[in-house]
């Protein structure tokens, strides 16, 4: 079992930037691939960035070239950096596990399905 635990979420004005953290611990947390995930009340849950144990990475249109995935596993923490913010990046922002090794997938999404979520963080950007 992996536990996820999110940080750094909070208000920004648009064109800000904003970094969130996920401290990813238990059995699976060195291997697998892990993402970003934000989501809107009413709304499906949106991929933002998904980064595997061997560094490659995807990302949503929506924020290519604004945002940054990163993990770093001697830390057990998944980064995520978004730069010019957007009113529609405004959502609850939830760190996942898969629970296979089969890496990235397309538009910001793992491969495989996520199994573990954390307990997700909060990003509003307004004008």
């Known amino acids: 079992q992996v536990t996820l635990v999110e940080s750094g979420g909070g208000s920004v004005h648009v064109g800000g930037s904003l970094s969130l953290s996920c401290v990813v611990t238990g059995d699976r947390s060195g291997g697998y691939c892990l993402g970003w995930v934000r989501q809107v009340p009413g709304k499906q849950r949106e991929a933002v960035a998904a980064i595997d144990s061997d560094g490659d990475v995807s990302y949503a249109d929506s924020v290519k070239g604004r945002a940054t995935i990163a993990r770093v596993s001697a830390k057990r923490t998944l980064y995520l950096h978004i730069d010019n913010l957007r009113p529609e990046d405004t959502g609850m922002y939830y760190c996942?596990?898969?629970?296979?090794?089969?890496?990235?997938?397309?538009?910001?999404?793992?491969?495989?399905?996520?199994?573990?979520w954390g307990q997700g963080t909060q990003v509003t950007v307004s004008s």
């Open positions: 996942a596990a898969d629970s296979a090794m089969y890496g990235v997938g397309k538009s910001g999404w793992c491969y495989s399905q996520y199994t573990d």
